[in-house]
């Protein structure tokens, strides 16, 4: 199995007795190098639960998750830790940059955290830099980029060291429709060169970017494990 996301039967419960939420029931997905899986459903149907496990931020009650032929469940929180900094990207709808870094600093900062030397972090993150076309906007701070450009620097910071899997959340929430349209033709990009990407998203144009749409509702695949394509979801009442 060449899948760099896999998911097996992962169950999600919150809490316990009367307040006990079920947030995923029993969700498998295979993403494989080079595949763009959009997730899409209604609020509250699981999504970001999902992409949590994914990226080992969070652990599931049933089931198991393997991220680059790593079973997360084996592992303790320094090796989850590392796993998160060396083979997960994130990126979210509201950039998580952070303010007081440059572009360049806020690139290198997962590098860093895992030991690399100072030169050799920002070599890699001029190079993930250049990658999202802002090699001019190294030394630049947060504040005084648009929307657009913050969002790739995230992006840059989701792919510095060769990260296999970029996980994204909603992330045009916050950006106009060209702006937007250019982030995914980006995660399109990196999946075409080699990553696994899952993006959650409310759009059904967005989900177009994808190779295979995976549909939730109330923490259950509804549809997508058939291997609905995003054409086939276009025109469809799928937006919650
Ligand atoms: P989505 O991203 O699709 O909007 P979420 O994955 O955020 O959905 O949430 C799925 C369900 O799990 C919702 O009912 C939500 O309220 C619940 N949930 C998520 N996180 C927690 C938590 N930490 N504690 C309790 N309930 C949670
Ligand atoms: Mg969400």
């Given at each position: 199995?060449?899948?760099?996301?896999?998911?097996?039967?992962?169950?999600?419960?919150?809490?316990?007795?009367?307040?006990?939420?079920?947030?995923?029931?029993?969700?498998?997905?295979?993403?494989?190098?080079?595949?763009?899986?959009?997730?899409?459903?209604?609020?509250?149907?699981?999504?970001?639960?999902?992409?949590?496990?994914?990226?080992g931020?969070?652990?599931?009650?049933?089931?198991?998750?393997?991220?680059?032929?790593t079973a997360l469940g084996s592992l303790d929180g320094t090796g989850l830790a590392r796993v998160?900094?060396?083979?997960?990207?994130?990126?979210?709808?509201?950039?998580?940059?952070?303010?007081?870094?440059?572009?360049?600093?806020?690139?290198?900062?997962?590098?860093?955290?895992?030991?690399?030397?100072?030169?050799?972090?920002?070599?890699?993150?001029?190079?993930?830099?250049?990658?999202?076309?802002?090699?001019?906007?190294?030394?630049?701070?947060?504040?005084?980029?648009?929307?657009?450009?913050?969002?790739?620097?995230?992006?840059?910071?989701?792919?510095?060291?060769?990260?296999?899997?970029?996980?994204?959340?909603?992330?045009?929430?916050?950006?106009?429709?060209?702006?937007?349209?250019?982030?995914?033709?980006?995660?399109?990009?990196?999946?075409?060169?080699?990553?696994?990407?899952?993006?959650?998203?409310?759009?059904?144009?967005?989900?177009?970017?994808?190779?295979?749409?995976?549909?939730?509702?109330?923490?259950?695949?509804?549809?997508?494990?058939?291997?609905?394509?995003?054409?086939?979801?276009?025109?469809?009442?799928?937006?919650?």
């Amino acid at each position: 199995m060449n899948a760099v996301l896999h998911l097996d039967n992962v169950i999600r419960t919150h809490g316990q007795g009367a307040t006990e939420v079920h947030a995923l029931r029993g969700v498998s997905l295979s993403v494989a190098s080079g595949e763009l899986v959009a997730v899409m459903g209604p609020s509250g149907s699981g999504k970001s639960t999902l992409l949590n496990l994914a990226g080992g931020l969070d652990r599931p009650t049933a089931g198991e998750v393997t991220v680059a032929g790593t079973a997360l469940g084996s592992l303790d929180g320094t090796g989850l830790a590392r796993v998160r900094r060396n083979a997960v990207g994130y990126v979210f709808q509201d950039y998580n940059l952070i303010p007081a870094l440059t572009a360049a600093e806020n690139v290198s900062l997962p590098r860093e955290l895992d030991g690399q030397r100072a030169r050799d972090a920002r070599a890699d993150a001029v190079a993930a830099l250049e990658r999202v076309g802002l090699a001019d906007l190294a030394d630049r701070y947060p504040d005084d980029m648009s929307g657009g450009q913050q969002q790739r620097v995230a992006i840059a910071r989701a792919i510095v060291g060769e990260r296999r899997l970029v996980l994204a959340d909603e992330p045009t929430g916050a950006l106009d429709t060209e702006t937007g349209e250019g982030v995914l033709r980006l995660l399109r990009e990196i999946c075409d060169n080699g990553a696994a990407g899952v993006l959650v998203t409310h759009e059904a144009r967005h989900a177009a970017w994808a190779d295979r749409v995976v549909y939730l509702r109330d923490g259950v695949v509804v549809d997508g494990d058939s291997g609905s394509t995003p054409d086939s979801l276009l025109g469809a009442e799928v937006l919650g």
